[in-house]
């Protein structure tokens, strides 16, 4: 388990297929993967931070564009963001479903509108703040494809590097698409 994990982590980094070493085999590629699946447009919920209603389209091959309306963005808030994914292999392809892993690069755009009511001591204070950014995006991810049903659920995590507030963070979301 180990040693897969490791693997996994270097092709990620390097970008190369796991198991791509002299005379062993490569994973399954992509187009195979998606052979089982109807559509190349899916809309789906990912639920964290952000939680997104969120539409993924494959454009080409391995390459997919996953735009999303970003609720609760920043405690109050809403945001979009779009992030283009390359899918450079599979984790595993069994006859039910395939995992494939992702990376990507995105922006976000969010706003937001805070009010606290805080005690100085004297008496109840109001205060509010509203606000805007533009953020840069990477997101890693892991999915899994119903091959039977066209389902994928995933898991995307990365960081977020906010431009106007010049804050960084990271982002988690486990979610599902339907696909069409």
């Known amino acids: 388990m180990r040693t897969m994990l490791a693997v996994t982590v ?3 980094l390097t970008g190369l297929p796991a198991g791509a070493g002299a005379g062993e085999p490569t994973l ?13 447009k ?36 809403l945001g979009i ?34 009010n606290a009511v805080y005690w100085n001591g004297r008496r109840l204070v109001s205060y509010g ?10 997101p890693f991810g892991i999915a899994f494809w119903l091959r039977k049903l066209p389902l994928e659920f995933y898991l995307e995590f990365g960081p977020d590097i906010w431009l106007v507030d010049l804050n960084a963070g990271l982002f988690a979301t486990l979610g599902f698409r339907f696909y069409f």
């Open 10 to 12: 270097l092709a990620l």
């Open 28 to 40: 399954p590629n992509l187009g195979t993967a998606r052979a089982g699946h109807k559509g190349s």
């Open 42 to 77: 899916g809309l789906g919920l990912g639920i964290g931070g952000p939680t997104s209603l969120t539409f993924k389209y494959f454009a080409a091959g391995d390459l997919a564009l996953d735009v999303a309306l970003d609720l609760g963005h920043f405690h109050s808030g």
């Open 81 to 114: 963001h779009a992030d283009a994914l390359w899918h450079p292999f599979l984790l595993a392809q069994e006859p039910g479903f395939s995992l494939p892993v992702y990376v990507g690069v995105g922006l976000a755009i969010a706003s937001w509108h805070d």
């Open 129 to 138: 703040s509203t606000g805007a950014d533009l953020g840069l995006r990477v």
